[in-house]
């Protein structure tokens, strides 16, 4: 048996050897997505989209609780409407796929492929908005968007991908800033909260900013390979695409004035920032709010009397203790499914067998720690409880003591050089846009963000690289 288990868990590429190559074996044989023939698409399995309607369900409350609600905008953009933000479409030019035939017949506009739907959804507003009593407007749709990328991975950087996007217009410039980092902390609280990854939030250098905002604000987080992931960002868009889409309303003194806009989003990639915070050589390790399974139940020897009827009893007081509970009663050998639960990242495992009746006891073995752990069948499903939420501590902290053993503080460039190998780099910059250039040409390091939880002071400090006067604090890394 221990040979069969140790052939199973060699199934799966060691991340310390191929970490490129772990990743993709964990989510093929997880069964989380698959390859399509379409370049660059992928087709996420039952598995992983159960981990997206969880991600999806979480964040949705969340943003109602804001007080936005949810509408649905056309996936095809107008040329002519998707060039009047000139900004913009700069940005998003080598990403757009373009729709130009209707059958058999060339169109006479051709239509873009939503990249990101500032343009159509602006336009719609510009129609919507009269009064400031119509204001502000706090709307978020849930959908999928095409960029034409060249180097793709599933989860991560695909060609089309699944997100929400909200959009929201406000009266004043402050009004939008506050929503732009509400909506922040509303990333920061389910990724922390549900996700148990911690990030760090702040703003991005003026070149990594969305195109045409005015401000950009990210949550950052460190995956196990010490490369950064964006997870999330929010705009603030001031009232650059309100001049372009004609976004006006008549104010309280009875002026036309343009509103302020935002728009913030999260995506599927947020799965592989999943993967490579908390995954192993074992497989995957779900956090117990996104696990599609939280408790699975194994019978030993369930061919004996009493042992499956037991395994189904324990399944019914879990199910109404709201967990989401799965009993393996499956042919295939007890090895095997230890090993495919472990893969598949289920926070618990139980297991009962007639010795176990017999004690009036389960055996439960925790995904985070492995510790395995005897506890009594009365008042089972209550602790199992209070372990989902010991289990999502557990994970935070570790990730948290990683990016913190993988964070350096640099006052020199041999620190910064040896920092960027293994992870986050804080460091005093110049905030010039050709030394940030010449620091990624020369590291592979690009600027993450202006923390906005550390003291950025950083007078009477010189940049890293150029030696200038230093402007801000800033964390670098190299990053997917």
């Known amino acids: 048996m221990a040979k069969k288990e140790t052939q199973f868990v060699q199934e799966i590429t060691s991340r310390d050897v191929d970490f490129a190559k772990w990743y993709t074996d964990i989510i093929l044989k997880t069964d989380m997505c698959d390859y399509t023939d379409v370049k660059g698409c992928m087709t996420i399995k039952p598995y992983g989209y159960a981990i997206w309607e969880l991600m999806q369900k979480e964040m949705d409350q969340r943003f109602k609780d804001t007080g936005h609600q949810n509408a649905y ?27 130009t035939h209707g059958g058999n017949e060339k169109l006479q506009e051709r239509l873009a492929i939503r990249p990101t739907s500032e343009t159509i959804i602006g336009t719609m507003y510009s129609k919507w908005i009269q009064s400031y009593r119509d204001l502000p407007v706090l709307m978020n749709q849930w959908c999928n968007v095409m960029r034409w990328e060249k180097s793709t991975r599933p989860f991560l950087r695909t060609s089309e ?28 609280d389910f990724m922390v909260n549900v996700l148990a990854i911690p990030v760090i939030r702040g703003g991005k250098s003026e070149s990594e900013r969305f195109a045409g905002a005015e401000a950009t604000y990210t949550c950052e987080a460190l995956m196990h390979d010490g490369k950064a992931l964006q997870m999330g960002t929010s705009h603030f868009l001031s009232d650059h695409f309100a001049r372009a889409y004609d976004i006006k309303y008549l104010s309280r003194e009875g002026k036309q004035e343009y509103c302020y806009t935002t728009s913030w989003g999260t995506s599927t990639r947020m799965i592989g920032g999943l993967i490579m915070v908390h995954g192993d ?11 599609p399974i939280q408790v699975v139940i194994l019978p030993i020897a369930m061919h004996k009397e009493g042992v499956l009827d037991k395994a189904n009893e324990l399944f019914e007081q879990c199910k109404a203790a709201g967990l989401r509970v799965k009993v393996d009663d499956s042919e295939q050998s007890a090895g095997w499914k230890f090993n495919q639960w472990e893969m598949k990242g289920v926070p618990v495992r139980l297991e009962v067998g007639p010795r176990d009746i017999e004690n009036g ?17 009365e008042g089972l499903a209550e602790r199992l409880v209070e372990m989902m939420n010991e289990i999502h501590e557990g994970m935070l902290n570790a990730a948290l003591e990683h990016r913190l053993a993988h964070t350096t503080t640099a006052e020199n460039f041999g620190e910064f050089m040896d920092g960027v190998k293994k992870g986050f780099v804080r460091a005093p910059w ?20 202006k923390p906005m939880e550390e003291d950025t002071n950083v007078e009477g400090c010189k ?13 670098f890394a190299r990053a997917y």
Do not use: N
């Open 73 to 99: 905008f056309p996936l095809l953009i107008p040329e002519s409407m998707l060039m009047k933000e000139a900004e913009h479409v700069e940005g998003f030019a080598p990403e757009v796929a373009w729709v």
């Open 161 to 188: 991908f699944l997100w929400q996007e909200g959009h929201t217009a406000h009266e004043t410039h402050d009004d939008a800033v506050e929503e732009t980092l509400r909506m922040l902390d509303v990333y920061y």
């Open 281 to 291: 050589d074992r497989g995957l390790k779900l956090p117990p709010k996104v696990a």
């Open 361 to 377: 006891v389960v055996v439960a073995v925790r995904r985070d720690t492995l510790e395995k752990i005897t506890l009594p069948m």
């Open 430 to 449: 110049c905030s010039d846009a050709d030394c940030e250039i010449e620091i990624k040409c020369i590291t592979g390091a690009s600027t993450r963000c």
């Open 463 to 475: 940049c890293i690289l150029c030696g200038k006067p230093a402007k801000t604090l800033m964390y």
